[in-house]
């Protein structure tokens, strides 16, 4: 079974661009969560995404955004993009949106500039 | 927010068993413990979780104390792939969000 997999890997981007990024569950899993990880904040959560619809958020800014597909992907979009938002932008999927197990993909380093 | 506590890093001798503490001092009924970990670079991966009752699987054992404030995983035989962040994380049974904290570094020593 092909595990959680996030396009793209790497980006760089200046201050002031959007950014989209790209999540594609495990087949099967129809909850996916994005996080983000900075070395000074750990990681934190931004929101989760169950049937097409945002069932919880995290403390950010409206900058970021996300929605779901009805093949349960998921896209994230940060506009106006900041330095501090420089990270690793993690995705994790499960079954539904109370399972036990989350697998996270690898991750999209994103560098802004 | 997190509402776990844990040493910031953790050495332990390769074979021997690893013993990382959590405070959940204020953990509710409902809310379960987990454990994940992240090796460098990679996405967090599960270990194990419960609510009450001491849990054992392939990878490591949860001991939660009776008052339910305190837990500790064990990795009975550590080995220099175990060496990664460690996150204790409460959720309650019917949450869909994982507050991952800061976790413990655990460095494995050969």
């Known amino acids: 079974k092909a595990g959680v997999t996030q396009t793209p890997r790497y980006l760089i981007k200046t201050r002031g661009q959007q950014v989209t990024l790209s999540c594609s569950p495990i087949s099967g899993h129809r909850s996916v969560s994005w996080y983000q990880q900075t070395p000074g904040q750990g990681l934190q959560f931004l929101f989760e995404y169950f049937s097409e619809t945002q069932r919880n958020k995290g403390n950010f800014p409206g900058r970021f955004s996300g929605r779901q597909f009805s093949n349960s992907r998921s896209e994230m979009n940060v506009s106006t993009l900041e330095l501090g938002d420089s990270a690793l932008y993690l995705c994790?999927?499960?079954?539904?949106?109370?399972?036990?197990?989350?697998?996270f993909g690898p991750g999209t380093r994103l560098t802004v500039l | 927010d997190a509402k776990t506590t844990q040493p910031p890093s953790m050495d332990c001798a390769e074979g021997r068993a690893a013993n990382l503490p959590c405070n959940h001092s204020t953990i509710s009924g409902n809310e379960y413990v987990y454990w994940y970990r992240q090796i460098h670079s990679q996405g967090p991966q599960y270990i194990i979780h419960?609510?009450?009752n001491n849990e054992t699987n392939e990878m490591a054992s949860l001991i939660i104390t009776e008052d339910r404030k305190s837990s500790t995983l064990i990795l009975p035989h550590a080995t220099l792939r175990d060496t990664a962040v460690y996150y204790c994380i409460v959720r309650a049974n019917n949450g869909n969000q994982f507050y991952f904290g800061t976790g413990t570094s655990l460095t494995v020593i050969p």
């Open positions: 419960g609510l009450k």
């Open positions: 994790a999927s499960s079954i539904t949106s109370t399972a036990n197990e989350q697998f």
